[in-house]
């Protein structure tokens, strides 16, 4: 089994400061920026799933230590390796990794990290359309868990239940924040892959009160007339 030190010592080895200059402007880590004094070491994704590939078998205790003192690649990779390992656990061991994901939010903190994650360790876990966990999220005033209760229900999307979506859209409609409008303007986009009917009944519904980019991604994939349409109003 991989070790913590291991780990570290070859993310450590992959740093590049001129990536990781350019990935604190990337990620807004600056004062009253969303990602503020988040630090990183300039690791691509690409290296850093080969990594994951290779050290997947991080335990489960360790992932937990690297998403309390990590950098923002080696809270990464642990998210990544939690996935990894959530998907051939026991019932026991996907519980003790959930557990670990809610208790670890704080760390989970910008938009790479939560849509890297949530689908998997947030939503795979609810059974039968049960949205109790991601109201609550929705509710939060963390940035982050909200992002993570739009984007959890990808995993409801993809089996075709649309309705755990909507439901979480509804109540981030009114959500002040950039990555929220961006989040729930994606998922949108994405329930209209499935159902564009269903999509469409949401947006007559609701897209007067929506904001401009929550709108503009979810009709992304729309006919270019009809969503001048929904642009200026009159859909």
Known sequence: MSTFAEVRAELQALANPAD?????RFFKTGPGEYGEGDRFLGIRVPALRRLVRAH???SVDDCGELLRTGAHEERLFAL????QRYARADAAGKEAIHRLYLAST??????DLVDSSAESLVGAHLEGGEIDLLETLARSGMLWERRIAIVATFHFIKRGELGPTLRIAEMLLGDAHDLIHK????MLREVGKRDQGAEEDFL???CGRMPRTMLRYAIEKFPDELRRRYL???A
Request: hydrophobic content about 55%; charged content about 20%.
């Open 183 to 186: 989040a729930v303007g994606w």
């Open 80 to 83: 990544l390796a939690l996935v």
């Open 106 to 111: 704080a760390q989970v903190n910008n938009w």
């Open 232 to 234: 200026r109003g009159d």
């Open 56 to 58: 997947g078998d991080l």
């Open 20 to 24: 990781a200059e350019f990935l604190q």
């Open 204 to 206: 007559r519904m609701h």
